[in-house]
């Protein structure tokens, strides 16, 4: 019974003990059955080979325990009930052997009752192993080294403690005497009150988590955004994002739940445990991390953790004292009112039951190194050793962290150390709706904000990222009162903002005849010198001091685009941006117009860009003397404010204030800093290897030097820009473009002399960035699309315009979202387009209804070369109408038709247009159920065709010998 319990539930098991990260639990298990006569020394040492994962231990002693039956299995159970934390095994049987009971007969030697009594031993000796250790090593038991082997900080004290009782169980009789002698003469008091170190919450404990929960609580309560106006709740405003497991994940495209974030789903390296939640800027990185503490605080989601504790990085960067872990816990994020020592003690002891988040490691300002090894918990240190030493899990192994970071600022050496990427990739088209519903209480307005939105799909567009979403929504009555067709650009967006913040809060009388910049240029310039000094410094926390350095009066912060800073723990009043997208806009206005900031304001401010992140490569690594390179993304959102501002079209406004002669200056010098990029940047295309196209693979800083151009809106500039670029394939892949950057590059790209392919492999296009593309599209030939989000509705607008584009050839959807809603539109491109040469479609959902549609389309197409239908579901009878249609098309080269669930009958009508076939060559029919006669009616085909050179047919319905059997007989089969 107990034994068939283990075995059923073995994933489970190894799931609980291994998902922490720590071996807490395995060895505290292994305690128990040791002492319970379950498992013998021999045994403790073989599942203890040093060197194996947690998860191997854990199967290992699985594997051990059942084999040596019914008693082993039962014990077992009975110390995973005693070890695991309740929520853990809610989902957990433990049959009649929860409570077993200790038969073990009296110890007849000091060795056998430190085995016998080993859990009580490790609670019992864990406030004293130094005491103990010294002791042994007077009395020559042990050796210096051993001790210091045993004293390593990277070991929790229960470690240590099981390190010193194999070694004294190592050394036999004489030393184990000592150490019996050493725990008789320990004082009681300093004894813990619990017998075995099962993680029950104590008292100390539960009042400390109450505590943290009612911080978390009030500080998460409101966005930062909504400050001021105290209208929205996190819980009446937050919409879901769309997450998604990182590059390097074996399912890219796996939407993920917010549990999922910190779960076992897409782990790709488990001896870490940071998890990284990467996005661009105002994507919602933040506002996901509230969301999770809040529904923790609330005992709605993460239940596996007891503690959790919250660190920005934004505050972290205002601690100049060198802290322990103790102090940077209790003191950055709650203060435990008793029981200090006792409650960090059981955070050392349980890592597994704690996770710390860390919120915008791009703010923080050291980059992320791991040079320095701080392992003591201690030891004070510098903020940034703690922090780093943290996320490496050299300091508290087995603590789960969560970070949060722009994708541009994450540097490479922290790569290794993650368990897992996640993404971030803001609102997908319903969650723009849900969200305008959740700001706007009133229904007709909701409306009439979406109903404008979707007439302008640049503006639907920007509407993907949450901040801007917000903008959006909080300016609707601009938005509907002045006509949205205006609104392209971000820059277009930030300025809606601006004129909507300073005229809620002044009276009419108030304004004049030059304009509203101008009636407010006093507080912008205020404003404006504040945030580019921040920004300079990576600084987003303001004294009252730095703010009245800059001239700020309580008036401008009146305004409201200056809030009081959250961090409670400052002494005195500080002061943050609403959002730091809004520091950068800031930032612009003030290097746009401030008479005084140079020609080498502007240059620093592109040239630095193009140094720290594409023109040198930006996974290099900060070189000691140059700009902060987590800094280089905000500076980058900066220099494209600040190409929209200097712009045609808003020198208008910007007029009355700045003379029209030093903006022309201005703007002439980011159209030169901005095209001498793109022309280093094209600089760097190596030189194509023979028989292979000139391909360029595109930085992220192209994809940046793009969005300015679109920022300008001046279709010259692009012209001027892409005139010598003279590449055949564009690559662009993981390159976080969604919508927005669509926009931007159709607006650039729209002006190639040739065209060129276009890869936008695993990017967030969706249907929105789809549209934005066309205007590009007449110069792609071939448009890779794979990883995108895509679903019928994008692809009928780019069928739409596709048509119509001559150079047009070549499309691959490769994992979207496509289902026969799509296939209509797909088959009148192949009937209408007479040179379309091939068309990608794996790994979507197309059934054989949509087949027989692709079918119509191939029927009157004499292109189509190449067909990928991989990882549908087109079925026997998709199949045939496909074989169907290629009798009458001619021109087919390759098929892919791999798990389709085709059987003989698809192999049997494929077969008939083989014989007859002079250009197919390839055909591709793995993974399907295709059994004996299928593959006969395929073999009797390929005795008339001389054209095919292969069939792939691995993984269908043959035995071992059938499959020899054809291979002899016919070797352009594969199997
Ligand atoms: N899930 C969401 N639901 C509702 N509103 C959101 C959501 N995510 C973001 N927002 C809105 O967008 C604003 C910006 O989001 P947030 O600060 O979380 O972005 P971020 O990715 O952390 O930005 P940055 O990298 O610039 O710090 C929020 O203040 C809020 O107004």
């Not at 791009?362 to 201690?378: A, G, I, L």
């Not at 001559?806 to 539109?825: R, S, Y």
């Not at 029919?925 to 047919?953: F, H, M, P």
Request: hydrophobic letters at 40%.
């Amino acid at each position: 019974m107990s034994a068939q319990l283990v075995l059923r539930q073995r994933a489970e098991l190894v799931q609980a003990l291994c998902c922490g990260g720590t071996p807490e639990g395995l060895e505290s298990i292994l305690d128990l059955l040791l002492s319970w006569g379950a498992l013998v020394w021999e045994d403790y040492l073989s599942v203890c080979v040093a060197g194996k994962t947690l998860c191997c231990r854990t199967r290992e002693l699985l594997d051990l325990v059942y084999s040596k039956g019914e008693f082993a299995c039962c014990h077992l159970l009975a110390a995973f009930s005693q070890v695991l934390p309740d929520a853990q095994k809610n989902n957990l049987s433990f049959g009649k052997c929860s409570d077993v009971q200790n038969f073990q007969e009296m110890p007849t030697s000091a060795t056998l009752t430190l085995l016998n009594d080993r859990p009580g031993m490790v609670t019992k000796l864990r406030h004293c192993v130094d005491g103990a250790l010294d002791v042994l090593f007077q009395q020559g038991f042990l050796t210096s080294s051993e001790c210091e082997g045993i004293q390593l900080p990277v070991y929790t004290s229960s470690q240590q403690v099981r390190r010193l009782l194999d070694l004294v169980q190592f050394k036999g009789e004489g030393a184990a005497k000592v150490l019996l002698q050493f725990l008789q003469k320990i004082p009681m008091t300093v004894l813990p009150p619990n017998k075995n170190e099962k993680p029950t919450k104590s008292a100390f404990v539960s009042e400390f988590q109450k505590k943290l929960c009612s911080s978390i609580s009030a500080q998460f309560h409101f966005l930062s955004t909504y400050s001021g106006t105290g209208k929205f709740s996190l819980d009446d405003i937050y919409t879901e994002g769309l997450l998604e497991l990182g590059q390097g994940g074996k399912n890219t495209q796996l939407s993920l739940n917010l549990e999922d974030v910190v779960g076992r789903v897409g782990t790709l390296n488990k001896e870490a445990d940071t998890v990284l939640v990467s996005g661009e800027a105002g994507c919602g990185k933040s506002t996901f991390l509230q969301r999770l503490l809040l529904l923790w605080a609330r005992k709605a989601a993460l239940h596996n953790y007891l503690l959790l504790f919250p660190f920005s990085c934004r505050k972290l960067n205002t601690e100049e004292r060198e802290l322990s872990l103790k102090e940077l816990l209790f003191l950055h994020c709650c203060w435990p009112d008793s029981d200090q020592d006792e409650l960090f003690q059981f955070i050392l002891d349980h890592p597994h039951l704690v996770l710390f988040t860390f919120d915008g490691l791009d703010e923080f300002k050291q980059t992320f190194s791991d040079d320095q090894r701080h392992c003591c918990p201690t030891q004070p240190a510098k903020v940034s050793v703690l922090f780093f030493n943290l996320l490496q899990g050299s300091l508290m192994k087995g603590v789960q962290k969560l970070v949060t970071s722009r994708t541009e600022a994450v540097p490479p050496t922290l790569r290794k150390y993650l368990c897992k990427e996640v993404l971030l990739k803001g609102f997908s088209t319903d969650g723009i709706d849900c969200f305008v519903r959740k700001h706007h209480s009133d229904p007709g307005i909701a409306s009439r904000v979406l109903e404008s939105l979707r007439s302008n799909t640049a503006l639907l567009g920007l509407c993907h990222i949450p901040v801007f979403c917000w903008i959006v929504s909080k300016c609707y009555k601009e938005l509907l009162g002045f006509g949205n067709s205006s609104l392209q650009t971000i820059t277009d967006v930030y300025l809606m903002v601006l004129h909507h913040f300073f005229h809620h809060r002044i009276s009419k009388g108030k304004r004049s005849e030059k304009g509203w910049v101008h009636d407010h240029f006093d507080t912008i310039m205020h404003l404006g010198k504040l945030a580019l000094q921040g920004l300079q410094k990576s600084h987003y926390i303001f004294s009252e001091t730095e703010v009245q350095n800059c001239g700020v009066t309580e008036d401008d912060i009146g305004r409201g685009f200056l809030i009081q800073s959250k961090n409670i723990s400052f002494d005195n009043k500080h002061y943050e941006f609403l959002h730091v997208t809004m520091q950068c806009f800031f930032a612009a206005l003030f290097i746009t117009l401030d008479s005084s900031s140079d020609k080498l304001t502007i240059q620093r401010l592109f040239e630095t860009e193009c140094m720290a992140k594409g023109c040198l490569g930006i996974l290099q690594a900060k070189k000691p003397d140059g700009p902060p390179s987590t800094e280089a993304p905000n500076l980058q959102i900066t220099s494209t404010f600040v190409s929209g501002l200097l712009s045609q079209r808003h020198q208008g406004l910007l007029l009355q204030c700045c003379p029209i002669q030093t903006l022309h200056r201005k703007s002439k010098l980011v159209v030169k800093y901005v095209s001498r990029g793109m022309q280093n940047h094209f600089k760097s295309i190596p030189r194509p290897v023979k028989g292979e196209k000139k391909s360029m693979h595109a930085m992220p800083s192209f994809v940046w030097l793009t969005k300015c151009i679109y920022e300008m809106q001046d279709s010259k500039v692009a012209k001027n820009v892409v005139a010598k670029l003279d590449v055949e394939h564009l690559k662009l892949t993981y390159c976080n473009i969604g919508p927005l950057e669509c926009s931007a590059l159709a607006f650039v790209l729209q002006h190639l002399k040739s065209p060129v392919g276009l890869q936008l492999d695993s990017n967030a296009v969706g249907d929105v960035g789809v549209e934005q593309l066309l205007p590009c599209l007449h110069v792609c030939h071939s448009l890779y699309l794979r990883n995108n989000n895509i679903s019928d509705e994008g692809i009928a607008k780019l069928v739409e315009k596709g048509v119509q584009c001559d150079t047009f050839k070549k499309i691959a959807l490769f994992n979207n979202k496509l289902t026969d809603g799509c296939t209509q539109h797909l088959a009148y491109l192949l009937k209408t387009k007479k040179n379309f040469l091939s068309l990608r479609l794996g790994n979507n959902n197309i059934t054989a209804a949509g087949a027989e549609q692709l079918a119509e389309g191939l029927r009157c197409s004499q292109s189509l070369q190449f067909l990928g239908l991989w990882g549908n579901k087109v079925g026997d009878k998709g199949a045939q109408a496909l074989a169907g249609a290629m009798e009458n098309s001619q021109a087919l080269v390759w098929m892919s038709l791999v798990d389709n669930g085709v059987g003989s009958a698809g192999a049997q009508a494929l077969a008939k247009v083989i014989q007859n076939s002079t250009t197919l060559e390839e055909l591709w029919l793995s993974k399907n159920c295709i059994t004996r006669d299928g593959v006969l009616y395929l073999v009797q085909a390929l005795e008339k065709n001389s054209s095919v050179t292969s069939i792939w047919l691995r993984g269908n319905n043959l035995s071992p010998e059938e499959v020899e059997e054809f291979s002899l007989k016919e070797r352009r089969l594969t199997f």
